[in-house]
């Protein structure tokens, strides 16, 4: 399902627990919950309710808090529905009604007249707000599948990328049996939330956590390691790229300079591993992800050693290093 096709009844269906649960029943309009959100934003149609529907947005969820129900208590004793009909005119994905609020019967055949849901929640507007705009967040975000292996190495998501056969996956098998966690194998689905945050999960949940390891076949991480072997997602801080060593390449001996990778538009550190035999990959990567908490705190030991060498050399120490008292004359 895309974000385009997501539909009142699919935000119905989400299966949410603890703080992301929004509590949502259908109370009417059943009629239209094939409706589609096609902007993913709230809504709150006081100004509407007033008659003023210049730049209505519609197009929004409608969030009726304790100010608009006030509001259409008073148009009920005034027997006034004509802007509860306009706006029912207008085709709005759904109206959702917080503290468990319940709408008029009148409000209700309105609703039902027009074919547009009316859902409850016991949750306050403010709450309900935040986790309703996380899940649209969440499900709206750009997205793109990369091939690689995500893995968590103490608390930094590092994503092994590189070619068909390099090691990528028995790399991360000896990381989980070192005690980091494997978040998925293969297919990594990546999302852009928030404009500035790259997360990572399996492409499917379902198969997410079993690893392929050639000559062994398919494992499951979670029976043979544990549930705290993994994860359903992680942001991705680091891209680790696995390549084949090769004599003729120039690989970055002091890691002054930064490189990085766009995805999905954020740029994210990137680091080349040579792989050959007798190198001990998996230690590599927990060294680099140390060194990135470290920049992550403001410390970078490759600038600190280049700092330091060059006011070595600025002293004057370093020449007495190499020439003897002799070698001056």
Same mark, same amino acid.
């Given at each position: 399902m895309s974000e385009k096709d997501f539909t009142v009844l699919d935000l119905l269906d989400l299966d949410l627990h603890g703080y992301n649960s929004l509590n949502l029943h259908c109370i009417a309009g059943r009629r239209g919950l094939s409706r589609k959100i096609t902007i993913p934003d709230i809504n709150r149609p006081g100004l509407a309710?007033?008659?003023?529907?210049?730049?209505?947005?519609?197009?929004?969820?409608?969030?009726?808090?304790?100010?608009?129900?006030?509001?259409?208590?008073?148009?009920?004793? =005034?027997?006034?529905?004509?802007?509860?009909?306009?706006?029912?005119?207008? =085709?709005?994905?759904?109206? *959702?009604? &917080?503290?468990?609020?319940?709408?008029?019967?009148?409000?209700?055949?309105?609703?039902?007249?027009?074919?547009?849901?009316?859902?409850?929640?016991?949750?306050?507007?403010?709450?309900?707000? &935040?986790?309703?705009?996380?899940?649209?967040?969440?499900i709206y975000a750009p997205k793109k599948t990369m091939h690689?292996?995500?893995?968590?190495?103490?608390? *930094?998501? *590092?994503?092994?990328?590189?070619?068909?056969?390099v090691g990528k996956s028995e790399t991360a098998l000896e990381l989980v049996e070192r005690g980091h966690r494997l978040v998925a194998d293969d297919i990594v689905e990546l999302r852009c939330v928030?404009?500035? &945050?790259?997360?990572?999960?399996?492409?499917?949940?379902? *198969?997410?956590?079993?690893?392929?390891?050639?000559?062994?076949?398919?494992?499951?991480?979670?029976?043979?390691?544990?549930?705290?072997?993994?994860? =359903?997602?992680?942001?991705?801080?680091?891209?680790?790229?696995?390549?084949?060593?090769?004599q003729n390449k120039v690989y970055d001996r002091l890691g002054t =300079?930064?490189?990085t990778i766009d995805v999905l538009g954020i740029k994210i550190p990137l680091i080349e591993v040579p792989v050959k035999p007798g190198r001990n990959i998996p230690i590599i990567i927990e060294a680099a992800a140390m060194n990135e908490r470290l920049k992550s705190m403001g410390v970078y030991s490759a600038r600190e050693f280049n700092q330091n060498v060059l006011k070595w050399i600025e002293s004057g120490e370093s020449q007495s290093a190499y020439y003897t008292r002799d070698d001056s004359y």
């Open positions: 309710l007033s008659g003023f529907l210049d730049s209505f947005a519609y197009q929004r969820v409608q969030l009726f808090g304790r100010g608009e129900y006030a509001y259409l208590q008073k148009l009920e004793n =005034e027997n006034n529905y004509d802007s509860i009909r306009r706006i029912f005119s207008f =085709e709005i994905p759904c109206a *959702i009604f &917080t503290h468990g609020l319940q709408p008029s019967v009148n409000f209700l055949s309105i609703a039902e007249e027009n074919a547009c849901p009316i859902l409850s929640t016991n949750l306050e507007s403010t709450d309900f707000s &935040t986790r309703l705009l996380r899940v649209f967040s969440n690689g292996v995500l893995v968590e190495v103490y608390g *930094i998501g *590092i994503l092994l990328s590189g070619e068909s056969g928030n404009g500035n &945050t790259v997360l990572g999960q399996g492409a499917n949940k379902f *198969i997410s956590h079993h690893m392929e390891i050639r000559g062994l076949g398919i494992i499951n991480i979670s029976q043979l390691y544990g549930v705290g072997a993994i994860r =359903e997602q992680k942001e991705v801080q680091l891209v680790v790229k696995l390549e084949a060593w090769n =300079e930064t490189h």
